[in-house]
């Protein structure tokens, strides 16, 4: 797989469909321009991702999710619910992902095959942008790189039921809404960050990926707020 075929340039990256109206065009091209400004590639081999964690004492696991983005008029995330089988974070709301296998030359080829394999995303349905800084999990030691790719307007998924119980799409809408986005003050989760009134329990390391990248799709176009 020619992961460095599926990154694309700044102005081809840049062209979206037509049904997108002018204000979520705004907030996409943002936050494509934002992932690229981080200038780790999704072409980048796990050696030389691996540099991005300075502080890397060797007990982090280190994955790599897809962050895919659908561009519909209201362009979508696609967000799962993993299986309550699994013996992590099971019936967790997640981005589809896992840790590198050997036949993963990149960071952005395990995010397509763990898509593959989990949602059935077909890796060429999927352009892919760059990668957002590493994000890590409070408790577990997971350094995660979130690759940020546009799927094509006729990409499917379905799901694989020994890893996903079901998928469903994260609206812009509440993506660029600030006061959907919360943090727990107690209990277990205290400190964490969640989106709040949603239909999913989307919270902890997933909510912070979201949060990133409502950061990056507002920093151009802050009137975008979820009170149009």
């Not at 036949?103 to 892919?128: C, H, K, N, Y």
């Not at 942008?129 to 995660?144: D, E, F, S, V, Y």
């Amino acid at each position: 797989m020619d992961i460095g075929r599926l990154a694309t340039d700044n102005d081809s990256a840049l062209a979206q469909p037509s049904s997108l109206d002018a204000a979520r065009r705004t907030s996409l091209q943002s936050i494509m321009r934002g992932v690229e400004s981080f200038q780790i590639p999704p072409s980048i081999d796990w050696p030389a991702a691996r540099q991005h964690f300075p502080d890397n004492d060797g007990q982090w696991k280190f994955s790599a999710v897809l962050v895919a983005i659908v561009p519909r008029p209201e362009p979508t995330i696609l967000l799962t619910q993993r299986s309550s089988g699994l013996s992590e974070y099971s019936s967790h709301v997640s981005f589809p992902g896992g840790r590198p296998e050997a036949a993963d030359s990149t960071v952005g080829a395990t995010a397509l095959r763990e898509a593959f394999e989990e949602i059935r995303l077909a890796p060429d349905a999927v352009r892919l942008i760059g990668c957002l800084p590493l994000h890590k999990t409070r408790k577990r030691n997971h350094a995660i790189f979130p690759v940020v790719g546009i799927t094509s307007e006729s990409a499917r998924w379905e799901v694989s039921p020994a890893e996903v119980e079901s998928i469903f799409e994260f609206p812009f809408d509440a993506l660029l809404n600030p006061d959907l986005l919360r943090q727990y003050t107690d209990g277990e989760r205290a400190g964490a960050w969640y989106w709040a009134e949603q239909q999913h329990d989307i919270w902890g390391v997933t909510a912070l990926i979201l949060k990133s990248l409502a950061a990056l799709a507002l920093a151009s176009n802050p009137q975008m707020s979820g009170h149009e």
